[in-house]
């Protein structure tokens, strides 16, 4: 089973700033299979990238993803109040879907 | 508008069973694979079980096989999941989600329905 391991778990940020999320998967994963969710406390989660970089229906363009093999990245440019909440890496293997473990994002 | 409505959730006693219900709406449901995935309190995500839309295959996480079943009736446009021999672990939210045409993740997802194990 590949594991995914995200980092930071947790990331203090001001509105306005750059956020930098990692996945890192403890053997290669194909781009094609690599996802990014986003949830807040009390939703279900929303699916922010797919396919390691594109970006998923009314995803807003400051959300973008990037990485291949075993590293990831999920980048938000510039940070609005809502965007503050614990993001997700997923991705699909020959042994089923596993996730990471999550960044909370929070505000600083 | 896609929409999926989960129920059927609640209390059950360790080694008892519980069926949930995902009813869908807004797409043809017969053309999309469906996965349920569940969330400790408190805790991450886990994939649960996929299954195609016609039916013709099936995948469970190792953490469920030999205890759960999904099926789904085409007909009522509705996705089931049957839970036995129920263990506190067990014990969440669960959602269910619909997979995207790849079937690589899940681009839709139900509110949720809370799975408690419990003497």
């Known amino acids: 089973e590949i594991v995914l391991t995200q980092s930071p778990g947790t990331l203090s940020l001001s509105p306005g700033e750059r956020a930098t999320l990692s996945c890192r998967a403890s053997?290669?994963?194909?781009?094609?299979?690599l996802a990014w969710y986003q949830q807040k406390p009390g939703q279900a989660p929303r699916l922010l990238l797919f396919?390691?970089?594109s970006r998923a229906t009314d995803i807003p363009d400051r959300f973008s993803g990037s990485g291949s093999g075993t590293d990831f990245t999920l980048t938000i440019s510039r940070l609005e109040p809502e965007d503050f909440a614990v993001y997700y890496c997923?991705?699909?293997?020959?042994?089923?879907?596993?996730f990471g473990q999550g960044t909370k994002l929070e505000i600083k | 508008e896609v929409q999926l409505l989960e129920s059927g959730g609640g209390l059950v006693q360790p080694g008892g069973s519980l069926r949930l219900s995902c009813a869908a709406s807004?797409?043809?449901?017969?053309?999309?694979?469906m996965t349920w995935v569940r969330q400790a309190p408190g805790k991450g995500l886990e994939w649960v079980s996929t299954?195609?839309?016609?039916?013709?295959?099936?995948y469970y996480a190792d953490s469920v096989k030999g205890r759960f079943t999904v099926s789904r009736d085409n007909s009522k446009n509705t996705l089931y999941l049957q839970m036995n021999s129920l263990r506190a672990e067990d014990t969440g939210i669960y959602y269910c989600a619909r997979d995207t045409s790849a079937g690589d993740c899940w681009d839709y997802w139900g509110q949720g329905t809370l799975v408690t194990v419990s003497s």
């Open positions: 053997q290669s994963v194909s781009s094609a299979y």
């Open positions: 299954l195609s839309g016609s039916s013709d295959y099936t």
């Open positions: 997923q991705q699909y293997g020959s042994h089923g879907h596993t």
């Open positions: 807004g797409f043809t449901f017969s053309n999309y694979a």
């Open positions: 396919a390691a970089s």
